[in-house]
Nanobody
Framework: QVQLVESGGGLVQAGGSLRLSCEAS???????MGWFRQAPGKEREFVAS????????DYADSLNGRFTISRDNAKNTVYLQMNSLKPEDTADYYC??????????????WGRGTQVTVSS
């Protein structure tokens, strides 16, 4: 079992950048990792995923290349670099882990989230 703790959220102006971090209590080398977000009044949605080695990534189509997921297995940490932020990116962002390959759903372990607010 792995415990996940997100950090790096905050308030940023539109067009700005943030880097979220997700630190795991255990070794994450055997887990695919993902980022999800949930805006107020909306369902949680997939943002990005990364394979165990970091060689394969997947992103929600709506991001249009603005976000980058990466991982450092030696530090048991996953990152989400968010650039050109828009007000519609405002949400709680969650890190998740699943055994095996990356996916857009069916994650076993979840963090508690970090809040991102983008002002216009």
């Amino acid at each position: 079992q792995v415990q996940l703790v997100e950090s790096g959220g905050g308030l940023v102006q539109a067009g700005g950048s943030l880097r979220l971090s997700c630190e795991a209590s255990g070794r994450i080398g055997t887990y695919a990792m993902g980022w999800f977000r949930q805006a107020p009044g909306k369902e949680r949605e997939f943002v990005a995923s990364i394979s165990r080695s970091g060689g394969n990534t997947d992103y929600a189509d709506s991001l249009n290349g603005r976000f980058t997921i990466s991982r450092d297995n030696a530090k048991n940490t996953v990152y989400l670099q968010m650039n050109s932020l828009k007000p519609e990116d405002t949400a709680d962002y969650y890190c998740a882990a699943r055994p095996g390959g990356p996916a857009r759903n069916n994650y076993n372990y979840w963090g508690r989230g970090t809040q991102v607010t983008v002002s216009s």
